[in-house]
């Protein structure tokens, strides 16, 4: 049982507890001020929250499920997670809304950021509103899809004015219609001269893609035949055309060498990526994403976070 206040300590520990926990004040400076020992200052705070005298109270910001957040990201070891509530494409402005406010946490002025194509990181960069001056580079070539108007180009563009420390940007297809074509194609001087500073990044912001339809650009522009031999090839995602394993293995499909953009050894050699994804169909390319250590942070809604915490399980 908690000990019982008499009406004067009950009147003393009140004004200990206000002056301690909302104005600041110290114990030593309290217990001067009031003429007491620093011992009896903490007892009195002790016993004002034993009474119920003082309730601590823990809100999450707005906007963001922090119990979920910590849970997922001890499950899954990750860097840092940010978990919104929702789900589904209502939830897309508060994902997108955290992770740029998480890129802008974690990024300094010693950052070389990398962003390729992706709806998720489109979305990403429009709710973006600082960033310290650095450059910002072009992981991939751009996929035209009737709902979306940006490019890759746009996206690196739009980041690299609000960073205002140059961009590394090329002009080409994500994919093309077969390796030779590609290959032409990475070998243009510009896109050339922007791939060479993939090597540079520290730091990404992408999207992950399950290999479904729906939930990646590249499966929805492709014939049945050639998404079947990717499948075959034992890719259940991919992030910016690098194909992933359950495992989070980076695997070689027909469609990798009709690529341009980074590689799956460029990808895994960068220092910190933020992955963005949400969904159900989502959810064994996110585990494996994280599992082949493709990605060291998420932002998530909390129905994908709740099927990650089952699957962690």
Known sequence: MPEALGPSEAVLAAAVARRHLIDGESKVDLATSLGISRFKVARLLEAARESGMVRIEIVSPLGIDTDRSAALREALGLEHCVVVPGSGP?????????????????????????????????????????????????????MVTPEEDSSSVDVVRRAARIAGGGRHVFYSPLLLDDA???????????????????????????????????????????????????????????????????????????????????????????????????????????????????????VTTADTADALLDTAE
């Open 180 to 298: 030779a074509s590609a290959e032409v194609m990475r070998r243009q001087p510009p896109v050339r001269e922007a791939l060479d500073r993939v090597d540079d990044v520290t730091l990404a912001v992408i999207g992950l893609g399950a290999w479904t339809a729906g939930t990646s650009t590249i499966h929805d522009v492709l014939s049945a035949k050639e998404r079947t031999a990717v499948t075959r090839s034992g890719a259940v995602g991919e992030a910016a055309g690098v194909f992933f394993d359950a495992d989070g293995e980076i695997v070689d499909t027909p469609l990798t060498a009709r690529i341009v953009g980074l590689t799956g050894p460029q990808l895994q050699g960068i220092r910190h990526v933020i992955g963005i994804a949400h969904g159900d169909d989502k959810v064994e390319a996110i585990a494996a994403a994280v599992r082949g250590e493709l990605i060291d942070s998420l």
């Open 90 to 142: 209502q939830a897309n402005p508060g994902v997108s809304a955290a992770a740029a406010a998480l890129l802008s946490e974690v990024v300094s002025d010693r950052d070389v950021l990398g962003l390729p194509w992706s709806r998720s990181v489109s979305r990403m960069v429009d709710a973006l509103e600082t960033l310290p001056v650095i450059p910002v580079v072009q992981l991939s070539g751009a």
